[in-house]
């Protein structure tokens, strides 16, 4: 028999990792409660219609579809409806039969403005929400990117206000000083992207360059020019490209200088201005924060932004890793479901990466390695049933304790005990129960005693 798998791409998570995992969830949660945000949930699958042609066209590759199954099952009106749905998306008429009709979330973006759409009665607006769930892309596996993953979203729905990505980059700069990560937040906006078109001479070329511009770290200036050489850009168009990317300086010396570039845009100059004023508002929120810089090369691939996108990378120097964070705005994404004029922005957390990056510097808590705080023996007989009295006592005063549920060699339960981690050790045997004491041993020191209830339970909990 070949031995069990997962598959690629996924991960099982330990006690130890799950407990990590958790402190970063925990850690998110409360920020995003203390700025006003409602947490929600939706399903794991979607209609396929749902998600496609929402991604761009890489994006779209990348969708787990997952094949029918029952599908005779559904009634003839329902079949007829999601057929309608798959017209308009594909653009032919459906004729055969398809294979699959559902499919794995791809972000949590999408479902979510499909969920504002259909509760938009319900809902007070503007719409804050955070969402923790996993997502799936049909990628290939390798470090830091992976097939299953968790993203942590905030959005805000149903407000044009700037105030909002001013809230949503300190809420990133809250997040990742609780986490102990340095990092750089990158912002720039869609709209100069769109000037930067113009200037090329190419408007319509606006997602070839973009989408070559976001390789530029990967792949540096001369690999971006052969790629826009590629997709159709003139060589003057890649000069005024590469004269955009050269410009250097603090925020406002590179908008300064952008607004020069781009002043005969309409495009680049309200993108500017959206710029220039979210950065105005995140310093009168966050005066102390220093780590938001504009990026003009910064362009977020995904098709459904319109204006400010910001992108979160770690800044230690030690620590190779993509993007940890990003999003933007979206002038009009509930519009693809046919409820239109409802702008939004957001932002989200790629929770793997993060875990990756804190354990790659060794910032998580200690303590959070901690389970059972304390172990009972077990010896059986009367002794059994007073060791069972202190269990409850010990979980009464919130220590986290268990007891070996079996009466074996002593020697066996220690090894338990030490392979478990667990520190304490707790000796309920005659003489204790007799005294109605306890004899502690502290697994670290070695040192073992006796002492009575009310002492095991301070020292357990100091």
Not at 134 to 158: M, S, T
Not at 397 to 405: K, L, T
């Amino acid at each position: 028999m070949s031995k069990p798998s997962i598959p690629q791409g996924t991960r099982d998570f330990s006690p130890a990792e799950v407990r990590k995992r958790q402190y970063i969830f925990d850690t998110l949660r409360v920020i995003f409660e203390l700025y006003g945000f409602q947490p929600l949930e939706t399903p794991s699958m979607e209609n396929l219609v749902t998600l496609t042609g929402k991604y761009g066209e890489e994006g779209d590759r990348l969708i787990f579809k997952i094949l029918n199954n029952g599908l005779h099952e559904k009634k003839e009106e329902d079949k007829a409806k999601l057929h309608a749905e798959w017209e308009k998306v594909v653009s032919k008429p459906y004729s055969t039969p398809v294979v699959t009709e559902r499919a794995l979330r791809y972000d949590l973006t999408i479902p979510f403005a499909r969920y504002v759409v259909m509760h938009q009665n319900e809902l007070a607006f503007p719409f804050r929400r955070y969402q923790m769930q996993p997502v799936w892309r049909a990628d290939r596996p390798q470090k830091g990117r992976y097939r299953e993953f968790w993203q942590c979203d905030a959005d805000v729905v149903g407000s044009t206000s700037l105030i909002n990505e001013a809230e949503l980059l300190c809420i990133y700069q809250s997040a990742f000083a609780k986490l102990q990560v340095p990092v750089t937040i990158k912002i720039n906006s869609r709209k100069l992207l769109a000037a930067l078109a113009e200037l090329c001479g190419m408007p319509d070329k606006m997602m070839d360059i973009t989408i070559a511009m976001d390789k530029l770290d990967k792949i540096g200036w001369i690999g971006v020019a052969n790629e826009l050489k590629e997709r159709g850009i003139s060589d003057d168009g890649i000069w005024q490209i590469e004269k955009v990317i050269n410009v250097k300086g603090t925020n406002d010396e590179q908008l300064t200088a952008f607004s020069d570039i781009m002043q005969h845009s309409a495009a680049g100059m309200e993108g500017i201005n959206e710029l220039s004023k979210t950065l105005a508002y995140y310093k009168t929120l966050f005066p102390e924060a220093s780590s938001v810089v504009v990026d003009i090369s910064l362009a977020r691939g995904l098709n459904y932004y319109t204006g400010v996108i910001v992108e979160v990378v770690c800044a230690h120097p030690d620590v190779k890793m993509g993007s940890i964070g990003g999003g933007g705005r979206y002038d009009d994404l509930t519009g693809l479901f046919g409820l239109k004029g409802l702008s939004g922005v957001g932002v989200s957390f790629g929770i793997d990466r993060i875990y990756d990056v804190m354990d790659e510097l060794k910032v998580f808590p200690e303590q959070l390695a901690e389970g059972t705080q304390a172990m009972l023996v077990n010896f059986g007989g009367e002794n059994e049933t007073y060791a069972l009295q202190l269990l409850t006592q010990l979980r009464n005063a919130g220590i986290a304790a268990e007891i070996y549920p079996d009466a074996a060699k002593f020697d066996k339960q220690m090894k338990y005990a030490n392979k478990r981690g667990i520190v304490y050790v707790l000796l309920p045997g005659d003489e204790e129960r007799t005294k109605g004491m306890v004899s502690v041993k502290n697994f670290v020191t070695g040192e073992q005693k006796m002492v009575s209830v009310a002492e095991a339970v301070a020292l357990l909990k100091g």
